[in-house]
């Protein structure tokens, strides 16, 4: 079997949330403690952090994941979804899986996988965990990938539990309120490990402290402990930031993720650190170097810089507001915005907060979940929002960039999967 091979096995024989979304949600873990058992349970061989959250699960780990190998400390990182090659989920100090591994392991289990019959997320967890204990890691930070209490990573009995924040977002499986979502995550908290969850919220603040008591779980809330503050953007374009700490400590720190709303995720990141006792110098590489040591993209990513163009991954009413924030503040004549979503989000309510005086190039991700082109700009219209229906997410990128003057500015959003579609494009121009 050829890598190509194994994974046209896994794309078609095992259902992909992201592809399809619903009917490839599986409400227990009894497929992941089934393949855990073949596997040896593999994530009893290292320690784990284990994050979830709203938005910034990803952010989070990857800066989390940076500062633990800045330590010395051999770390696993397990994210999803990918945006431009599968093995971007399971990376050891920054490197991706191997194809080999990968073509090892679906041969290896592949009668388990017809026998089991696990979804794809499933699958590429229990592979990770497994790849991680061969290689022998310290470490591993785990990122959830749809709420936490019946999330395929929750079999994992972590040193610290991790909540980023809480807003609305896949509400058909978690929930309808924010403290009924708040619930499904808190899900991940175990009894006597120790609990940061980044952002305090009255709304949700006691679902969390009422879970971790019963657990006898120590909690923080990191905006309750640190304040974080954009200074400048460094001639390298990195963030400069202020940070100052109840204790009265008050530093300055330098991030190579962008984005406004990394503010949050880097107060949340300061406040993990502290609970592993992490050393400040190693601290600050880490966060200055997130980039170079885990190759993260898609966050407030630079493109190009005449026209300037940038893509993000925002693609939920919690998150979008900070990313049409930052998108304001920019300097340019034109805002070309190429647009492409999934049917399962809160469209109207993402669209209501996007720019109306932008053009916009509607379009579809190449995937199942995808809306519609032509639906999406009917919807869009309903909101005040003009521009033209292309065929492909690649033809809108391409329409954005012939009509874009030089002074213009050219953003790409909605959903992670029509920014996964433009980074190929501009990696071969």
């Given amino acids: ?151 395929s990573t929750n079999v994992i009995t972590p040193v610290l539990s991790v909540i980023t924040n809480i807003g609305y977002d896949h509400m058909q499986f978690l929930g309808n309120t924010l403290r009924a979502i708040a619930g499904e995550k808190a899900g991940i908290i175990k009894p006597g490990v120790p609990v940061v969850v980044g952002e305090y919220d009255n709304e949700t603040a006691s679902v969390f402290t009422s879970r971790a008591a019963e657990n006898n779980s120590p909690l923080v809330f990191a905006s309750q402990l640190i304040s974080t503050e954009i200074i400048q953007e460094t001639s390298n374009g990195n963030l400069l930031l202020n940070v100052k700490e109840k204790n009265g400590s008050e530093y300055q720190a330098e991030s190579s993720l962008t984005g406004d709303y990394q503010v949050k995720n880097i107060t949340t990141v300061l406040a993990i650190a502290d609970k592993l006792r992490i050393k400040k110098e190693d601290i600050l590489t880490g966060l200055k170097q997130v980039k170079q040591n885990t190759n993260l993209e898609g966050r407030w990513q630079i493109l190009n810089h005449k026209p300037l163009t940038v893509c993000d991954i925002g693609h939920n009413t919690h998150g979008l507001p900070w990313v049409v924030r930052q998108i304001r503040r920019q300097k340019y004549d034109v805002l070309h915005f190429v647009l492409g979503v999934v049917n399962d989000k809160d469209i109207s309510g993402m669209l209501e907060l996007l720019p109306d005086d932008a053009i916009y190039y ?45 002074n213009d500015m050219v953003f790409i959003g909605g959903s992670a999967f029509v920014v996964a579609e433009v980074l190929p494009f501009v990696n071969r121009r």
């Avoid at 046209?8 to 992201?18: C, G, K, N, T, V």
């Avoid at 952010?59 to 971007?88: C, Y």
């Avoid at 219209?381 to 809108?396: C, H, M, P, R, T």
């Fill in 1 to 151: 079997m050829s890598y190509q091979e194994a994974l046209d096995y896994l794309y078609s024989q095992l259902p992909m949330f992201h592809r399809i979304g619903a009917p490839a949600y599986k409400a227990n873990l009894d497929n992941t403690l089934a393949l855990s058992e073949v596997t040896g349970y593999p994530y009893k061989n290292f320690n784990c952090i284990h994050v979830a959250g709203t938005n910034g699960k990803g952010s989070v780990s990857h800066m989390t994941a940076s500062i633990l190998m800045q330590s010395g400390l051999k770390t696993g990182l397990f994210t999803s979804p990918h945006l431009t090659d599968f093995r971007e989920r399971m990376k050891v100090n920054g490197e991706m899986i191997p194809e080999e591994y990968i073509t090892a392991y679906v041969e290896k289990h592949m009668g388990d996988f017809d026998r089991i019959k696990p979804s794809f997320f499933e699958m590429t967890f229990v592979m990770a965990m497994s790849w991680f204990a061969d290689m022998k890691v310290d470490i591993a930070v785990v990122e959830a990938g749809l709420g936490g209490r019946l999330d």
């Fill in 362 to 406: 509607f379009c579809k991700a190449d995937i199942p979940r995808g809306l519609d082109a032509s639906e999406l700009s009917h919807a869009a219209g309903i909101q005040g929002l003009k521009g033209s229906v292309y065929n492909s997410v690649e033809d809108a990128f391409k329409a954005a960039l012939g009509a874009a003057k030089e």
